[in-house]
C-alpha cells in the first residue's frame, strides 16, 4: 500500500525559507515520479514542482521557478522541497504525489500525469507572512 506523509511546513516570513518532507512508502520508489501540489483557501489544487524518475529531470511552475527546488534521496525513499525567498501568495497547504507516468517534459504532462495517478499525502500546511 503506497503511503505519502509530509511534514516541515509552519509559519515563515516573507523572503525567509522553509523545506518540506515527503516520506514515500512506496516498492520501487525509484521508478516513481515525485511531485508537490499545493492548495490556498478558496482556490484549486495547483502544481509546483515533478521530479521525473528516470534522470531526475526536474520541472517548475512559473511561479516558483528559481525559488524552490525539489530533490529526493532514493536510499531512504524522501523527496523533498526547498522553498527561498517566499512569499505570501505561496500560502497553502503543500502535498507529495507519486506516479509512475510517462518521461514527461511538460507542465501538462506532470501536472496531469501526477493527478490522473491521485496518489496523494494528507498535506502539510505553510503560511507565509507579510
Known amino acids: 500500500q503506497v503511503q505519502l506523509v509530509e511534514s516541515g511546513g509552519g509559519l515563515v516570513q516573507a523572503g525567509g525559507s522553509l523545506r518540506l518532507s515527503c516520506a514515500a512508502s512506496?516498492?520501487?520508489?525509484?521508478?516513481?515520479?515525485m511531485g508537490w501540489f499545493r492548495q490556498a483557501p478558496g482556490k484549486e489544487r495547483e502544481f509546483v514542482a515533478a521530479?521525473?524518475?528516470?534522470?531526475?529531470?526536474?520541472y517548475y511552475s512559473d511561479s516558483v521557478k528559481g525559488r524552490f527546488a525539489i530533490s529526493r534521496d532514493n536510499a531512504d525513499n524522501m523527496v523533498y522541497l526547498q522553498m527561498n525567498n517566499v512569499k505570501p501568495e505561496d500560502s497553502g497547504v503543500y502535498s507529495c504525489?507519486?506516479?509512475?507516468?510517462?518521461?514527461?517534459?511538460?507542465?501538462?504532462?506532470?501536472?496531469?500525469?501526477?493527478?490522473?495517478?491521485?496518489?496523494w499525502g494528507q498535506g502539510t500546511q505553510v503560511t507565509v507572512s507579510s
Open positions: 504525489a507519486a506516479g509512475q507516468i510517462p518521461a514527461c517534459t511538460s507542465h501538462f504532462c506532470f501536472d496531469q500525469g501526477l493527478r490522473d495517478v491521485g496518489l
Open positions: 512506496i516498492r520501487s520508489f525509484n521508478t516513481y515520479t
Open positions: 521530479l521525473r524518475w528516470s534522470d531526475d529531470y526536474t
